[in-house]
């Protein structure tokens, strides 16, 4: 062996080095055999945890998300009754009101002089009406008593002497001219005497009641004059209707103002308004058909302003509006969320988000929803086997929320399910996914 060894030119190792050389090759046999068994199936359990997840129990809040505006109570366009010159703008943009304060005032014109000449046709037809109903002053029925008197022996008087000259008639001692002549004038005493007497009884007894109609309803029309002046000079006066805060102005001193509907908010009505005003705040919030059925009156509401976005203001469903509304083939309902926070903070026409707030559905099944696919129509996710393998398991599920799904029917606790798999889809007839 040596001597074959020299022939090929190789020298023969030292003992002790083959001796080494022994015991390494030994070693690499049992390293072999040791570590061969557990490295793959070590592997594999690091690979299966990083992307399948277990079914897990969870006490879960339903919460309904949506997204809708902060918008005014109240708001209205403040306007004259009849088209006028703005004489004096009293507030500004900004400025808070209260119910009845006064904010503008329009030119009267020629209105205050007619309203000083109503009302002194009003008191000269008040005094026309004293007078008829209290009836005659006492001087004037004494005036016409003593001319009752002075009627009366007048004609008393006329009598006697036409007494006295029928008897000197009928002794032929004067004509019978003359005799006409005492007897007219007695005839007239008398009819004066009846004048003056009913003349008398008249002032005693007072006005005629259809004279003392017809002065009461001269009053009446005089303060009826009085009182369209006073309305119309009122008119001039823009107080705010209700407690608020003054939003916009859209007429300065001196500019022409037409009337407008005053619960107009269009850009039209505000080209001829004075002021804008508003007053509270709530939110319109838009939620998809879907969800609606989660929303309910009273229901709390959690709401982020894009202004605010590291503040969380609370509220409650104030209304639902009755009917849907669609847009670019998307139904949405309305709902109204009265705010209990944050009325400082939030303005008119600010982007919110809200979430409502439901009820607590205790030990719900959750899987993550990346999840849940669909095989052959059905909704279900890939449980992983006793070997690692991906079965379809349908499922019926829940509500959806921070990235899990819930799982009525089709899972159990502990169960393991894909999440992923290495080549981005689950095989279809490899015994492993690895």
């Known amino acids: 062996m040596t001597k074959t060894m020299h022939q090929l030119g190789l020298w023969p190792l030292p003992r002790w080095l083959w001796g080494a050389s022994i015991v390494g090759a030994i070693l690499a046999v049992w390293m072999l055999a040791t570590l061969r068994p557990f490295s793959p199936r070590q592997s594999r359990e690091e690979s299966l945890a990083m992307i399948t997840s277990t079914v897990t129990e969870a006490s879960v809040t339903i919460r309904v998300e949506g997204s809708g505006t902060v918008v005014s109570i109240d708001s209205v366009n403040l306007s004259p009754k009849t088209t006028g010159r703005l004489s004096t703008l009293v507030v500004e943009a900004g400025d808070l009101v209260t119910a009845g304060q006064v904010l503008a005032k329009m030119e009267t014109g020629s209105l205050q002089a007619e309203l000083e000449q109503a009302q002194a046709m009003l008191a000269q037809s008040q005094a026309d009406y004293t007078r008829v109903v209290v009836g005659n002053r006492s001087e004037d029925i004494n005036q016409a008593e003593a001319q009752v008197v002075a009627a009366q022996s007048q004609m008393e008087l006329a009598s006697t002497q036409l007494a006295r000259y029928q008897a000197l008639a009928d002794r032929g001692a004067i004509s019978q001219n003359e005799l006409d002549q005492y007897a007219n004038e007695a005839r007239n005493a008398e009819a004066n005497f009846r004048e ?113 976005p590291n503040q969380t203001f609370e509220g409650r469903v104030k209304r639902m509006a009755p009917e849907a509304v669609i847009e670019s083939n998307v139904t949405t309902f309305q709902v109204v ?47 992983v086997d006793d070997e690692g393998n991906p079965i379809f398991m349908p499922v ?39």
Request: aromatic fraction near 4%.
């Open 196 to 308: 003056t007497q009913e003349r008398f009884e008249e002032v005693v007894s007072g006005s005629r009641p259809e004279d003392i109609a017809s002065a009461a309803a001269a009053v009446e029309a005089a303060e009826a004059k009085v009182a369209i002046i006073q309305t119309q000079l009122e008119d001039t006066i823009i107080r705010a209707p209700f407690d608020g805060v003054v939003t916009q102005t859209y007429a300065n001193t001196g500019a022409i103002v037409t009337p407008t509907t005053t619960a107009s908010a269009t850009a039209s009505a505000t080209s001829s308004s004075i002021l804008a005003l508003s007053s509270g705040l709530e939110v319109e919030i838009e939620v998809s058909e879907a969800n609606i059925g989660q929303v309910a009156m009273e229901q709390a509401v959690e709401i982020v302003a894009e202004a605010f």
């Open 396 to 434: 019926t599920v829940g509500l959806t929320q921070n990235g899990g799904t819930q799982v009525l029917s089709g899972l159990e606790v502990g169960d393991r399910i894909f999440l992923d798999f290495p080549d981005g889809k689950p095989p279809s007839s490899a015994p492993s996914p690895f």
């Open 337 to 383: 969320v009265e705010l209990l926070s944050g009325l400082d903070k939030l303005r008119s026409g600010m982007t919110v988000d809200a979430i409502f707030i439901g009820d607590t559905i205790d030990n719900a099944l959750m899987v993550p929803t990346v999840a849940i696919a669909t095989e052959n129509g059905q909704l279900g996710v890939q449980v």
